[in-house]
T-cell receptor, first 114, second 114 residues
Framework: DQQVKQNSPSLSVQEGRISILNCDYT??????FLWYKKYPAEGPTFLIS?????DKNEDGRFTVFLNKSAKHLSLHIVPSQPGDSAVYFC?????????????FGKGTLLTVNP | DTAVSQTPKYLVTQMGNDKSIKCEQN?????MYWYKQDSKKFLKIMFS???????INETVPNRFSPKSPDKAHLNLHINSLELGDSAVYFC?????????????FGPGTRLTVT
């Protein structure tokens, strides 16, 4: 049972345009959400996070939006750059639990074309 | 200066063998994790240790045994390897448990069982 879903396996955008990556979750106990970026043959690297008490968090070109009622979050990258081409994983946590467990989505491959 | 390192990076072995993957972090973190990324690309938590104490033990076969000799190391030993164990295994660490402290991942170990 996938508790974190990234329904788009891939996304292709032009350099300079906006990239929007989507993530849905089913577990209402999740209250902390993270985005990780992964290049081939490397481990995932943390990108940005958001707590459920917020609906938006911004860091430079990256903004994460959270819609709790819809159990949906999205990552916006503006403007997109070729170096952003990677797999993006959405992850979620029930921080009230004591087991420090992150649940990951399957990832979305973003390709930014020059 | 590598934050989370894993050895080996690639491991090819035959069914029935026993193998170990080593992980070390130099970040001073309290919590370490092992994840498995299978052919379907899902990144799933296997184990988590906090200050050398087992915190998470997902439904992983008993053939998998983590060992944490100290806070900076979390090794993964696999007995009687099976074809289905072929995957990429990622080690990670965080300052404390939970996603509210971002997890730093190693580069991964690609295990191929023939």
């Amino acid at each position: 049972d996938q508790q974190v879903k990234q329904n788009s396996p891939s996304l292709s955008v032009q350099e300079g345009r906006i990239s929007i990556l989507n993530c849905d979750y089913t577990n209402s106990m999740f209250d902390y959400f993270l985005w990780y970026k992964k290049y081939p043959a490397e481990g995932p690297t943390f990108l940005i996070s958001i707590s459920s008490i917020k609906d938006k968090n911004e860091d430079g070109r990256f903004t994460v939006f959270l819609n709790k009622s819809a159990k949906h979050l999205s990552l916006h990258i503006v403007p997109s750059q070729p170096g952003d081409s990677a797999v993006y994983f959405c992850a979620a946590e029930d921080s009230g639990g004591s087991n420090y467990k992150l649940t990951f989505g399957k990832g979305t491959l973003l390709t930014v074309n020059p | 200066d590598t934050a989370v390192s894993q050895t080996p990076k690639y491991l090819v072995t035959q069914m029935g063998n026993d193998k170990s993957i080593k992980c070390e972090q130099n970040l001073g973190h309290d919590t370490m994790y092992w994840y498995k990324q299978d052919s379907k690309k899902f990144l799933k938590i296997m184990f988590s240790y906090n200050n050398k104490e087992l915190i998470i033990n997902e439904t992983v076969p008993n053939r998998f045994s983590p060992k944490s000799p100290d806070k900076a190391h979390l090794n993964l030993h696999i007995n009687s390897l099976e074809l289905g164990d072929s995957a990429v295994y990622f080690c990670a660490s965080s300052q404390s448990g939970g996603g509210s402290y971002e997890q730093y991942f190693g580069p991964g170990t690609r295990l191929t069982v023939t």
